[in-house]
């Protein structure tokens, strides 16, 4: 099974408008946040017109962070949009050498019940012994994930990562992971 693949979009370095709102930005606070939200606005327009020009529009923009201070998150599964198949754009600043990792379940009844995140995206969490690995890459941005299975992001690299996640739905429709695939084809390397 596919979870992953790597882009090149030929945007310029970044697909921020501006990176410095991943460090201060508009809000100080975020020095010590981990997870939270940015707007459609605080995109590269370069990628904006790309996805324009797919009829694709931005359902919600996220940062995770992680460093010495917090590793890794617990391997879940990203339920904000239902559960299964969950596709999402992301692009890594910071530190690259941290593997991305997907799972399988073992054992469907180790779920746990859904929780919601700081923005306020459900999720639900798994124990490591209740999967086993699938696939695993370093997400040297841009890369469209799959974040409807259980995965995790592992950082030991002792600097941190910053990943801004983006979430895409074509007209009303949410996109699955192969057709988010097939709409950056030609962008696939
Ligand atoms: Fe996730």
């Not at 991943?22 to 370069?46: C, E, F, V």
């Not at 904000?80 to 910071?94: A, E, M, T």
């Not at 992001?153 to 941190?160: C, D, F, H, M, R």
């Amino acid at each position: 099974m596919k979870v992953y693949q790597h882009l090149d979009l030929d945007i310029g370095p970044s697909i921020l408008a501006d990176d410095r709102i991943l460090y201060a930005g508009k809000n100080p606070a975020l020095a010590t946040s981990w997870h939270w939200t940015l707007t459609t606005q605080d995109l590269n327009s370069r990628f904006l017109e790309i996805i324009n020009n797919k009829l694709l529009q931005v359902i919600h923009v996220e940062v995770f962070k992680t460093n010495f201070l917090n590793q890794s998150w617990s391997i879940h599964i990203d339920a904000d949009n239902g559960l299964g198949d969950v596709p999402k754009i992301n692009w890594v600043y910071g530190s690259q050498d941290c593997p991305m990792i997907w799972y399988k379940e073992k054992d469907t009844r180790q779920r746990t019940a859904q929780k919601t995140t700081a923005t306020g995206t459900g999720y639900y969490t798994f124990d490591a012994d209740s999967v086993e690995e699938i696939a695993r890459t370093f997400v040297k941005t841009p890369t469209i994930i799959q974040s409807g299975i259980p995965h995790t992001v592992i950082n030991n690299s002792g600097k941190t990562r910053w990943c801004v996640s983006i979430v895409l739905k074509k007209g009303d429709d949410l996109l699955t992971f192969e057709q988010l695939v097939n709409e950056f084809k030609d962008y696939a390397v």
